[in-house]
């Protein structure tokens, strides 16, 4: 369980990462720089995506040019009003 941030008041935020060997973005409400590489972490869709291993520094994120959206996250996101934030590794 994550707390809750107390400088954000009531907003929810999501935030939209493309796992591994995948090609669209989910949205999850798990902080991705909170947990390890490679961890498994849900999704608002209820499929469990793997977090993706850094970028090598002074390269940019593969996944940097992905910006299709999981359809299903992205009907559960808008109807609980939330923050979308795009995170690459």
Same mark, same amino acid.
């Given at each position: 369980?994550?707390?809750?941030?107390?400088?954000?008041?009531?907003?929810?935020?999501?935030?939209?990462?493309?796992?591994?060997?995948?090609? #669209? @973005?989910?949205?999850?409400?798990?902080?991705? =720089?909170? !947990? +390890?590489?490679?961890?498994?972490?849900?999704?608002? /869709?209820?499929?469990? #995506? @793997?977090?993706?291993?850094?970028?090598?520094? =002074?390269? !940019? +994120?593969?996944?940097?040019?992905?910006?299709?959206? /999981?359809?299903?996250?992205?009907?559960?996101?808008?109807?609980?009003?939330?923050?979308?934030?795009?995170?690459?590794?």
């Amino acid at each position: 369980m994550m707390f809750p941030n107390p400088f954000l008041g009531d907003r929810i935020d999501v935030y939209w990462i493309v796992g591994l060997s995948t090609d #669209i @973005r989910h949205a999850t409400d798990i902080l991705p =720089g909170a !947990r +390890p590489s490679g961890d498994w972490v849900p999704t608002l /869709c209820e499929r469990w #995506i @793997r977090l993706p291993f850094p970028t090598v520094a =002074g390269r !940019r +994120p593969a996944t940097e040019e992905i910006l299709d959206q /999981c359809p299903q996250c992205l009907e559960i996101a808008e109807a609980r009003e939330c923050f979308g934030v795009l995170w690459d590794f």
